[in-house]
T-cell receptor, first 112, second 112 residues
């Protein structure tokens, strides 16, 4: 089955700086890669996703990049704000199965 | 638009008691449905998923079970709770393989 690894587990940045979270996956059949943000005590919320036929996708301050050859994808948050503080999860899924495989999460703290 | 409802939001149950958590989805047909568990400060563990009525796939063996009696209803059950069953239980839905998944609000279960 798929194995998704996520790094770092914790990340602290100063407000206004950029944050980068990286994930790797093992199954070359994986073709869909969503990112979720989970605030304390709340449900994970989808913030951005990318498909394997695209190398990069951007939505305002958030961007995701995908390197299919190396089997890794990354979340980039620019101009971080305190409200970006949360746990972020990457995930992978393929059209050969119905599961989503999640990374172990990154706790991001943006210091004002 | 589609919505997902999950209840109750919090639950305190004694060891050995039964459990029933319910999740329903509105505004769509034949969704994939998922149950995840999240231990405190940990990642998302897939417990069960379902691609149709009566079709349940189990990811990990434990004293929990799932049922899908109706197209948009997913139930998580246990006959006898263990202390280790405490956690944040999340229901999610998606429209099939490699598509966006959305989470319910979650149920925080404490077994005492």
């Amino acid at each position: 089955g798929e194995n998704v690894e996520q790094h770092p587990s914790t990340l602290s940045v100063q407000e206004g700086d950029s944050a980068v979270i990286k994930c790797t996956y093992s199954d070359s059949a994986s073709n869909y890669f969503p990112w979720y943000k989970q605030e304390l005590g709340k449900r994970p919320q989808l913030i951005i996703d990318i498909r394997s036929n695209v190398g990069e996708k951007k939505d305002q301050r958030i961007a995701v990049t995908l390197n299919k050859t190396a089997k890794h994808f990354s979340l980039h948050i620019t101009e971080t704000q305190p409200e970006d503080s949360a746990v972020y999860f990457c995930a992978a899924s393929s059209n050969t199965g119905n599961q989503f495989y999640f990374g172990t999460g990154t706790s991001l703290t943006v210091i004002p | 638009s589609q919505t997902i409802h999950q209840w109750p939001a919090t639950l305190v149950q004694p060891v050995g008691s039964p459990l029933s958590l319910e999740c329903t989805v509105e505004g769509t047909s034949n969704p994939n449905l998922y149950w995840y568990r999240q231990a405190a400060g940990r990642g998302l563990q897939l417990l069960f998923y379902s691609v149709g009525i009566g079709q349940i796939s189990s990811e990990v063996p434990q004293n929990l079970s799932a049922s899908r009696p109706q197209d948009r209803q997913f139930i998580l059950s246990s006959k006898k709770l263990l202390l280790s069953d405490s956690g944040f239980y999340l229901c999610a839905w998606s429209m099939g393989r490699s598509t966006r998944a959305f989470f319910g609000q979650g149920t925080r279960l404490t077994v005492v």
